[in-house]
């Protein structure tokens, strides 16, 4: 039953008055206490009301307590809530003047490593057993010299694919399309005191789609190329400021890895470094890789000079130089004898903080042990030559995604002891574009 308002009059002293009554209805009385309580405000006589606001309510409470229970609680919790937001001060005034730089897109609280982990007596601390990966530029030259020859056989940590479309095989019917993939892991072990050690695992795999064949020995173009190896990085820092590192690594580089004894490979590097003024140094020692450009011991012979953090450099083999000549642009420049050479130009937009472009040019080889191969001392080498232009876009967890496409060129592959059998079994293939992906831990 709904029951509308009626009209009475009172009398006082002061004249009469028409009042507005409503009977509350039993239902309404027996539904819920919220109810009655709505219905009986609105059969408070005109002397209870203090002041127009309160007199302007009554009506409106009567139709409240018309409605049903829940719909009346839901009014009453949503008016509770509204007292805060009415409490709540007045927004600040603008303030002019230059704007803020734009914020990092990586939030602190979601990336680790942009934040401290915390003292080792916190209760929570899901990172502590491994802790930030080593950051080479906080190290000494001779403990990054290592940890630099451990990257350049096995990669930046992370992984790459790369892929070089169809083109045609110089004087055989056939084409050649190459899909190259590489995964690198780096772990430290060791960083106490003195003493500092990483492990390494790297993977790299060529796959071939080609009918093409190696013109001198008759052997098929082999369908597919892998170098597995897990090396140790280990340096040591005397009281005389000296320091004596290793290298060493073993695994398989082959068409068929493991496949037998004469596809394993084992390599090794030492060297010391020599302190003279502020962080420069002296660098000896020797390097004997079998898969590389020059497969004998070569000798590590260099002088480190780091005037400044914008610039550093080792005069001598092997050559590496970074020079960061403006805030927004840096140049990397390495050269490996005998034939391995990388120059990159990086440059850094205002506007995108996580954001670099580049420009880059490399001259690289790769050899592995076919498992077929007529002489046993022979390697299957590959030369190219590219130029390259990318992207690298920063992400959480200290990661870099790098897209990138160019121009590859000068491409042949052949069987030999070295690069002076190059003539040998040789197979040029055409140049051509290509694009790769890479998604590696920056440094």
Not at 258 to 267: D, E, G, M, Y
């Amino acid at each position: 039953m709904i029951v509308r308002p009626e009209i009475v009059t009172t009398k006082g002293t002061q004249g009469t008055k028409e009042e507005k009554t409503t009977d509350c209805p039993d239902s309404v009385a027996k539904s819920s206490f919220v109810s009655f309580v709505v219905c009986s405000l609105s059969k408070l006589p005109s002397t209870a009301c203090l002041d127009d606001a309160i007199c302007a309510f009554v009506p409106f409470a009567s139709r409240i307590a018309t409605m049903p229970s829940g719909r009346i609680l839901a009014l009453l919790i949503v008016a509770a809530n509204s007292v805060w937001a009415f409490a709540q001060d007045a927004p600040p005034s603008a303030i002019l003047g230059v704007p803020r730089t734009q914020p990092s897109i990586i939030d602190p609280a979601f990336d680790p490593f942009l934040r401290p982990l915390g003292s080792p007596d916190e209760p929570f601390r899901p990172f502590a057993p491994l802790g930030q990966p080593t950051n080479p530029a906080c190290e000494g030259i001779g403990t990054r010299f290592g940890l630099g020859l451990l990257s350049a056989q096995y990669g930046t940590p992370g992984y790459g694919i790369t892929w070089i479309p169809s083109q045609p095989v110089a004087d055989q019917p056939t084409n050649m399309s190459v899909l190259r993939q590489d995964l690198s892991v780096f772990a430290p072990i060791a960083r106490e005191g003195a003493d500092a050690g990483a492990l390494g695992l790297g993977i790299r795999n060529g796959l071939f789609s080609t009918d093409a064949i190696l013109p001198n020995s008759g052997l098929p173009f082999p369908s597919q190329t892998w170098d597995i190896q897990a090396g140790l990085a280990y340096s040591h820092s005397w009281d005389n400021g000296w320091t004596t590192g290793a290298v060493v690594s073993a695994g398989s580089a082959s068409d068929k890895p493991f496949a037998q004894s004469n596809v394993l490979i084992a390599s090794l590097a030492m060297y010391t470094t020599f302190p003279t003024v502020g962080r420069d140094a002296w660098i000896l020692g020797f390097s004997y890789i079998p898969t590389s450009d020059a497969p004998y011991p070569l000798p590590i012979v260099g002088y480190y000079w780091e005037p400044n953090e914008d610039f550093s450099v080792n005069l001598g083999a092997p050559f590496f130089l970074k020079w960061r000549f403006t805030d927004r642009a840096t140049l990397d420049l390495v050269y490996v004898p005998i034939r391995t050479v990388s120059a990159r130009m990086t440059w850094q937009p205002i506007r995108f903080e996580n954001v670099r472009a580049y420009g880059a040019f490399n001259w690289s080889n790769e050899a592995v042990f076919l498992a077929d191969r007529l002489e046993t001392d022979y390697r299957f080498y590959s030369y190219e030559k590219r130029f390259t232009g990318g992207l690298q876009f920063d992400l959480p967890w200290r990661l870099s995604l790098d897209l990138a496409a160019g121009y590859v060129f000068d491409r042949f592959y052949f069987q030999g002891r070295q690069y002076s059998d190059r003539n040998n079994d040789r197979v040029n293939v055409g140049s051509g574009l290509f694009g790769s992906l890479q998604l590696r831990l920056k440094f």
